[in-house]
């Protein structure tokens, strides 16, 4: 073997032992491959745009509130009605009312229902309730309360642990169309969450062109898989859409029972993909 031979050898068997140990390096994306359906982007396509960065907040506990996603719009933090309204049948608009303490709100006799000052379409909803420890009355009369999204699309709250009730009225419920899938309540005073997806319903010519989808998990439970929502809550009566706007205020119903509020927050969601 020639000298030359040698060393070639040489720098070949050190170069080897060198990319051994050299980090490996794993591309961002690619540009070459194929097009997925649509022909707007590869798969693994480097220049597809990345997902804004949301820093995620805690999971909640019957014995402690969670804390909101960086994203979020707090409505209710436990210390004010700041971001709330009060509406009374008739429609006047009045200062919020509800007893604030201990990090809740609570519904106080002879006030109206109330809205938040903002107001949402498509939207990720997170909110805590609690119906009356002492148990009272009995069906619809026990613990209700409801969160309407847009002020008209209902989701029954509603003390439903050993309450018997028409089952599309039941904590959970779309209500006055559809019973949750399964009963998922809590006992009576303790700390229950709803996280909720709501899809706006799109109007066009005075006509509903999309109507409400609403995704709703109940103390982590499945209620409702993107169910399609026949048009406002209405109280026995069928129900039909009529246009409205875009963005309407959230609303927490008044119905005559100390039911309980707690970290509460929205996201505005945007469902389109780049
Ligand atoms: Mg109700």
């Keep these: 073997m020639s000298f030359r031979l040698l060393t070639a050898g040489l720098a070949a068997a050190l170069l080897a032992l060198f990319a051994a140990d050299a980090p490996k390096t794993y591309p961002t994306g690619y540009a070459d491959t194929e097009f997925l359906p649509g022909g ?4 693994h396509d480097d220049s597809r ?5 949301v820093a995620p907040g805690t999971a909640s506990a ?15 933090d436990g210390t004010d009605l700041s971001h709330w309204v009060q509406r009374k049948r008739g429609g006047v608009t009045l200062p919020p009312a509800w007893k604030v303490e201990n990090g809740y709100m609570e519904v106080a006799p002879g006030t109206g229902s109330h809205f938040t000052k903002e107001k949402f ?4 909803l997170h909110i805590e309730w609690a ?42 419920s779309i209500y006055g169309q559809y019973p949750p899938l399964v009963n ?16 706006a319903p799109r109007f066009a010519g005075g006509k509903v062109v999309k109507p409400a989808f609403v995704t709703v998990f109940h103390n982590g439970v ?13 109280h026995k009566k069928a129900t039909k859409y009529d246009p409205h706007d875009a963005q309407l205020p959230l609303l927490l119903q008044a119905h005559g029972n100390p039911v309980r509020y ?10 389109t993909y780049p």
């Design 222 to 234: 499945l209620l409702h898989n993107r169910k399609e929502m026949m048009g406002p809550m209405r």
């Design 49 to 53: 745009p990345r997902p804004p960065v």
């Design 262 to 271: 707690r970290n509460i927050w929205a996201r505005r969601l945007n469902l």
């Design 184 to 199: 998922a309540s809590r006992k009576p005073g303790e700390w229950q969450t709803y996280d909720i997806v709501f899809e």
């Design 40 to 43: 707007k982007w590869r798969v």
């Design 131 to 172: 119906t009356p420890a002492k148990v009272e009355r009995s069906s619809q009369g026990r613990g209700n309360s409801g969160v309407l999204l847009m002020g008209l699309y209902e989701i029954q709250v509603l003390d439903s642990y050993d309450n018997v009730s028409y089952a599309d009225g039941q904590a959970g």
């Design 121 to 124: 379409g498509d939207v990720q």
């Design 62 to 76: 019957p014995e402690r509130p969670g804390k909101a996603p960086s994203d979020a719009v707090v409505l209710f």
